[in-house]
């Protein structure tokens, strides 16, 4: 049976045309995410000559990290599998029970929020949008970290599903916890270089390069088809590590191998940078040449006339403000006379930055470059900008959101912070990501519709045939937010309605007309009752004499 390093070995030729594309699209957005190889953290990384490739990274990462984990909302929400039979219990039972589920849902939101899962999700959107793929660990303990397309290599079957995964880390032979210095030999010598994270074969000739003395742990994840469960183990030196061992359903594989861009047939993803490597590979060349020229029309060489009073000596030698003897036409400078062939770069500059910032969703891409600009016309564009990342969404929302819902519902199960429902009941369902785009599509057409029918047949005609209750439980449904004790019943609304016609009615004829309608309708209404008390009767008025 082969080892951890020798099966890794055989997969890291796969894994390197993946690996040289990441590099590449680094290098042009933030060349230390995916370091050329070789490289060590104390080296000296390439710079590029332009920054809309970083801008562009962290303003999509910072988007989809907003709409993924959203802030003031949990990402997902608790339903049952079988709506039917919630109903069937009655109100009063669907009541209770929607409402415990609330109450689960914010603890475990709160529970993400505790384990600052932010960042490191962070992280890993900058590494899926360059590089394609990323591994984020989710430990049992709440903390998490991103695992890098250098140091891991996967394998997938045809439909896509994880068959094999290794994780290779470095560790420093010194500092090497008990149960790994048992099971490392003692034979190698401290100057002996070992490869680190990326690196498969020493070179001597870059020995400065990777971390001298350092041993190799293998982390594994296969498939068993028979128990259909993942089976996580750890190798060093070919030797298995004691205590590290376990078996998981797909749901709660504490790595969660992400990728931006799926591709059937391909073990590893495709990242967006990929997509518009040739806008970011010609703004590089272009931003190059404009630099370099304008450093050489910046520098300032004066041309001296050897036959004229002024000599070259004489200028260098002479202070500031002092006086030498000459003519004005002595010395000249010469022009560069490259300033129309620099405006034709310009122009092509100008139209890649307009696709790189309409491709990273910048929100300078939304407003084009006019005097007037009308709001519409901005949320329009924003709105189709945003739709671009629905195939994005709908892979994260099954590889990252579930699986991360999933994880932290066993984990407070166990601890017993909220109560182990029965297996089959209850599932997490997603509300944010693809799914808030599509609800803010129907309210978008929603809106749509509304105003062109008010053009077309007037607001009195849209408010005799068009059930107001309805759309508005459409536009609260399409806003995400819930209706409950927010949208009144048909019976209040009557209630209120005749409410509003008998106060109309009193303030026409007057309080007469109290008596009328009957007792108690007054107060009813919030209208003065009769005074309370016995009342003395008064007289009848006399009648006047004749």
Not at 281 to 308: F, K, N, Q, T
Not at 488 to 493: A, D, G, H, Y
Not at 526 to 536: H, I, T, V
Request: charged share 20%; glycine share 8%; with cysteine.
């Amino acid at each position: 049976m082969a080892t951890a390093a020798q099966t890794y070995a055989k997969y890291v030729e796969v894994r390197e045309p993946y690996l040289k594309r990441a590099r590449d699209a680094s290098r042009l957005t933030i060349p230390s995410l995916v370091p050329p190889r070789w490289v060590g953290p104390h080296a000296d990384l390439p710079t590029p000559y332009q920054g809309v490739g970083a801008m562009g990274v962290n303003n999509l990462s910072s988007k989809l990290l907003l709409s993924l984990l959203p802030p003031t909302q949990p990402f997902f929400r608790l339903v049952p599998l079988d709506p039917e039979a919630l109903r069937q219990g009655g109100d009063k039972v669907q009541t209770e029970i929607e409402e415990g589920l609330a109450r689960m849902e914010k603890v475990i939101a709160s529970e993400i929020e505790v384990m600052a899962l932010r960042v490191k999700v962070f992280e890993a959107l900058k590494h899926l949008i360059i590089a394609g793929n990323v591994v984020l660990h989710l430990q049992p303990d709440g903390a998490s970290r991103v695992v890098g397309l250098e140091q891991f290599v996967a394998r997938r079957d045809p439909m896509g599903w994880l068959e094999c995964l290794i994780v290779k880390e470095s560790l420093d032979r010194d500092t090497l916890p008990p149960e790994l210095e048992a099971l490392v030999s003692r034979t190698a010598k401290a100057a002996d270089p070992i490869p680190g994270p990326g690196i498969e074969a020493a070179d001597p000739q870059r020995q400065g390069y990777y971390r001298r003395d350092a041993v190799a742990l293998y982390t594994c994840v296969d498939w068993d088809a028979d128990k259909e469960m993942y089976r996580l183990y750890q190798e060093v030196e070919g030797k298995r590590v004691p205590n590290v061992q376990g078996m998981y359903p797909p749901a709660l594989l504490p790595f969660r191998v992400l990728r931006y861009a799926a591709i059937d047939g391909e073990d590893y993803g495709r990242g967006m940078v990929e997509e518009v490597i040739g806008d970011l590979v010609s703004l590089e060349g272009l931003m190059r040449s404009i630099v370099e020229a304008a450093a050489i029309s910046s520098r300032c060489v004066g041309l001296v006339d050897p036959g004229g009073a002024a000599t070259a000596d004489d200028l260098n030698r002479a202070a500031n403000g002092a006086y030498i003897v000459g003519r004005a036409t002595d010395v000249t400078y010469p022009p560069v006379n490259k300033g129309g062939d620099l405006q034709v770069a310009l122009a092509v500059i100008q139209r890649i930055e307009e696709r790189l910032q309409r491709a990273f969703l910048l929100n300078t891409a939304v407003q084009r470059q006019a005097e007037r600009v009308t709001a519409e016309e901005i949320r329009f564009v924003a709105q189709e900008l945003e739709s671009t990342l629905g195939g994005v969404f709908s892979v994260l929302s099954q590889e990252l959101q579930l699986p991360l819902a999933q994880l932290v519902m066993d984990r407070l199960a166990r601890q017993g912070r909220i109560p182990k429902l029965p297996k089959g009941t209850i599932r997490p369902a997603i509300v944010t990501g693809i799914e808030a785009l599509g609800r803010g599509q129907e309210l978008a057409k929603l809106q749509i519709a509304m105003q062109a029918a008010q053009a077309f047949v007037g607001p009195e005609a849209v408010g005799q045939y068009i059930n107001v209750r309805t759309v508005l439980g459409q536009v609260f449904a399409a806003a995400g937010v819930d209706t409950t004790g927010i949208l009144r019943t048909e019976e209040e609304v009557n209630a209120a309605n005749q409410q509003v016609q008998l106060q109309e009615m009193i303030q026409r004829l007057g309080p007469s007309v109290i008596d009328q309608i009957g007792p108690g309708v007054g107060p009813a209404l919030g209208l003065p009752g009769p005074p309370e008390g016995p009342q003395q009767q008064q007289p009848p008025p006399a009648t006047p004499a004749r």
